[in-house]
C-alpha cells in the first residue's frame, strides 16, 4: 500500500506558538484481517487521522515524522508489536511529541499497558496524546482527560473484547483441530498447501526428496550429524530458506541470518508423525491471550487424525526411526556410518550402555559405568564382538525358522473344519463362573434375613459375611482373566500377523547386519559371565502364537466343559 511522504508541513493560517512532531499509530489485527473489516483497514485509519490534522488550530504548526505501522499483530502486548516499539525509540530521540491514533483500541488492548503509557511514560516524557473516536482524549487540551473514569473503563472493555476474542477463535481452531484441517499458516517441510483448500496438504516433491532421503539414510546408520553435513555440503536449502525461496513470508525467530540444517532440525523432522499421514497439531499453546509465550503441551493433549493426506514416509519405516531415536547412538571416530552394536546393548546389573573398545586389533564391549566411572559401581562385563555377533546372529535364525513353522501350523489351524474353538471354551468357562458369583451373591444377601429370624449366631453371620465376600473377590478376578484372555485370544495372529511376517522376509541373509537388530531386537542384555539375554522386538506376539497353538492342539485331544472345570465356590 502506498505511504505518504516520510515528512510535510501543514502551515498555520496564523503565526505559530508551538511545533508538533506528529507520529501516526496504526495497527490491524488478524481478526481484522480476517473479517475483511474495511473500517479498520490501514487505508482508512491513515485517511481519518490525516484528515484530523489538517483540520486542526490555525495558531499551531504541525510536521508530521513518520507513520508507524503493525499489521496483523495483536494490541494485547506492546512487545510483541515492532512499529510501537520504533515509536518508541523516536519519543526517546525527542524525534516525536505528539502521537496520534483512531482509537485506545488500535494502540492497546491491554489494561495495564494503557495505563502505564497515558499516565506516565508519555507525561515524564511530555508527549502529547490523541486518541480520535470511542473515548477521545487529547492530553495537550485536556491534561486530566487520560485519568477520567471513561479512559480505564474503555480500557477494561477493549482489553475483554481481546480475551473473548481469542478464546473464539482458539475454540474454532480448536474444532478444526479435532476434524483433521490444517490450521497453520505455513505446511511443513515436505508438503504445500492445497491451492484449492487452504486446510489441507498436498506433497511438495522437490522438498519430500529431501525427507525421503533424511529417513533412508538414518535408517541405513548414518548418524544425525552425518545427515546434517551431507545437506549442508550438498547446498540443500534448510526449511526456512526454502520456504522464502518459493516466495513465502516465512521467518524463524530462531534462525540465523543464514541459516543452515542442524541436528535439532533432523531430530524434529525423523519424529514427526506428520510424514506417515497423520494431521499432528496442538503441540504448543500461548500462556494466555496477553502472554504471548508458547509451552509445550502434552503428547496425550495432541489433537492426532490419522490418514488426513498423503503420506512420505511408510508406517513400518517410521517405527523403525522411532526405535532407533530411543538408543544412545554414536558413529565411530571419522566416520559416518554407526557401530552394528550402536544403540542395542546393555550392562546387565546397572543398565547403561556399553562402550566399544579395540584391544590388540579385536573389538571388546565393556560396561560404560564401569570403564568411565567408578570401577567399584559396577563389573567389566566384558564380551568379545566376534563371539556376540556370532551368537546374536544364531538366535535370529531359530526365530526365523520358528516363525516359519509357526506360520504352517496356523495356516492348518485356520484351514481346519470348525470345531469347539478356545474363544468357545472360555466363553462357556466365563458363563459358569457368572453363574457361580450370582449363587454366591444370593447367599450374602440372604445371610442378614437368617440372622434376624434368629437361624443364625452373630458370631456365624459375620463369618459366613466374610466367607462370602472372600468368594466373591476370587470368582469376580477369575471372570476377570478369563474375559481378558478371551480378549487376546480374538486377537489371535494368522498367517498375515505382521509379526510373522517381519520373521519370515528376513529368512534369507548370511550376516548380521543393522537392518536385522533394527527389525528384530529390542535390545540385548550383557552378564559378567559373558553371557547374553536378547530381548526381540515381537516376544509377547510370539509367545501369544504359540499359546495359541498349544490351546488349539489341546482342544482337538479333549474339550473341557464348564463342569469340570468348576471348583467348589464356598470353603474355608
Same mark, same amino acid.
Given at each position: /500500500? ?35 473489516? &474495511? ?24 510536521? %508530521? ?12 502486548? @506492546?512487545? &510483541? ?31 495495564? @499497558?494503557? =495505563? ?6 508519555? *507525561? ?12 477521545? #482524549? ?44 490444517? !490450521? ?9 498447501? $492445497? ?7 498436498? *506433497? ?5 526428496? *529431501?525427507?525421503?532421503? #533424511?529417513?533412508?539414510?538414518?535408517? @541405513?546408520?548414518?548418524?544425525? $550429524? ?27 525467530? $530462531? ?21 506417515? =499421514? ?7 499453546? *500461548? ?5 504471548? !509465550? ?48 550402536? =544403540?542395542? %546393548? ?14 590388540? =586389533? ?101 463369618? /459366613? ?63 559378567? $559371565? ?9 516376544? @509377547? ?32
Amino acid at each position: /500500500m502506498a505511504r505518504p511522504k516520510a515528512r510535510y508541513e501543514i502551515t498555520p493560517k496564523t503565526g505559530k506558538s508551538k511545533t508538533w512532531y506528529v507520529g501516526f499509530y496504526i495497527r490491524l489485527s488478524r481478526e481484522d484481517s480476517r473479517g475483511n473489516d &474495511e473500517s479498520e483497514s490501514v487505508q482508512n485509519q491513515r485517511l481519518i487521522l490525516t484528515d484530523w490534522l489538517r483540520n486542526q488550530f490555525d495558531d499551531d504548526q504541525y510536521v %508530521l515524522v513518520d507513520e508507524f505501522i503493525d499489521d496483523g499483530v495483536s494490541g494485547t502486548t @506492546d512487545e &510483541e508489536r515492532p512499529d510501537f516499539q520504533r515509536l518508541l525509540r523516536f519519543i526517546e530521540a525527542g524525534k516525536i511529541n505528539c502521537v496520534v491514533v483512531k482509537n485506545l483500541a488500535r494502540s492497546f488492548r491491554n489494561h495495564a @499497558d494503557q =495505563g502505564y503509557y497515558l499516565e506516565d511514560w508519555f *507525561v515524564t516524557r511530555q508527549v502529547r496524546f490523541v486518541s480520535l473516536y470511542q473515548q477521545p #482524549i487529547d492530553t495537550y487540551k485536556d491534561p486530566c482527560g487520560a485519568t477520567n473514569i471513561g479512559v480505564p473503563v474503555q480500557g477494561v472493555l477493549n482489553e475483554s473484547h481481546a480475551k473473548d476474542t481469542s478464546e473464539n477463535v482458539r475454540r474454532v481452531f480448536d474444532k478444526k483441530r479435532e476434524k483433521g484441517l490444517h !490450521i497453520g499458516s505455513f505446511a511443513a517441510y515436505g508438503y504445500k498447501k $492445497n491451492p484449492e483448500d487452504k486446510n489441507a496438504l498436498v *506433497v511438495d516433491e522437490e522438498a519430500a526428496a *529431501v525427507v525421503r532421503d #533424511i529417513f533412508a539414510w538414518f535408517l @541405513d546408520g548414518m548418524s544425525k $550429524n552425518a545427515i546434517v553435513q551431507t545437506l549442508n555440503v550438498r547446498g540443500v536449502l534448510c526449511p526456512s530458506l526454502y520456504k522464502r525461496s518459493k516466495g513465502l513470508k516465512y521467518k524463524n525467530p $530462531n534462525a540465523e541470518n543464514k541459516p543452515l540444517w542442524n541436528a535439532k532440525t533432523v531430530t524434529q523432522m525423523l519424529k514427526n508423525r506428520l510424514y506417515v =499421514g497423520d494431521m499432528v497439531q496442538g503441540r504448543y499453546r *500461548v500462556r494466555s491471550y496477553k502472554i504471548h !509465550i508458547q509451552d509445550a503441551v502434552p503428547e496425550d493433549e495432541w489433537f492426532i487424525v490419522e490418514n488426513t493426506h498423503e503420506p512420505i514416509i511408510g508406517r513400518e519405516a517410521f517405527a523403525q526411526v522411532q526405535e532407533l531415536l530411543k538408543r544412545d547412538t554414536r558413529a565411530a571416530p571419522g566416520e559416518k556410518k554407526l557401530y552394528l552394536f550402536s =544403540g542395542f %546393548l546393555r550392562c546387565a546389573d546397572c543398565g547403561k550402555s556399553m562402550c566399544r573398545s579395540e584391544v590388540k =586389533g579385536n573389538v571388546y564391549y565393556f560396561c560404560r559405568t564401569y570403564k568411565e566411572q567408578s570401577k567399584a559401581a559396577c563389573t567389566k562385563h566384558s564380551i568379545r564382538h566376534s563371539l556376540l555377533e556370532a551368537a546374536v546372529l544364531h538366535v535370529i535364525r531359530q526365530q526365523v525358522y520358528m516363525a516359519d513353522a509357526n506360520a504352517q501350523v496356523l495356516a492348518r489351524v485356520d484351514g481346519a473344519p470348525p470345531k469347539k474353538s478356545p474363544t468357545n471354551i472360555l466363553d462357556g468357562l466365563i458363563a459358569a463362573r457368572e453363574k457361580e458369583l450370582a449363587k454366591v451373591t444370593r447367599y450374602k444377601q440372604s445371610l442378614y434375613q437368617d440372622w434376624k429370624d434368629g437361624n443364625l449366631t452373630q458370631g456365624d453371620y459375620q463369618q /459366613m459375611y466374610e466367607a462370602y465376600g472372600r468368594q466373591t473377590e476370587r470368582i469376580s478376578a477369575a471372570v476377570e482373566n478369563l474375559t481378558a484372555e478371551r480378549a487376546a485370544l480374538e486377537k489371535n495372529p494368522h498367517t498375515e500377523n505382521p509379526t510373522l511376517t517381519a520373521y519370515r522376509k528376513s529368512e534369507n541373509f548370511s550376516e548380521l547386519t543393522r537392518d536385522l537388530l533394527i527389525e528384530l531386537v529390542d535390545h540385548i542384555l550383557v552378564f559378567e $559371565n559373558g553371557s547374553i539375554r536378547i530381548k526381540l522386538r515381537h516376544g @509377547d506376539e510370539i509367545r501369544r502364537t504359540e499359546e495359541f497353538i498349544e490351546k488349539s492342539c489341546r482342544s482337538e485331544a479333549s474339550e473341557p466343559t464348564p463342569a469340570n472345570e468348576k471348583k467348589q465356590w464356598f470353603s474355608e
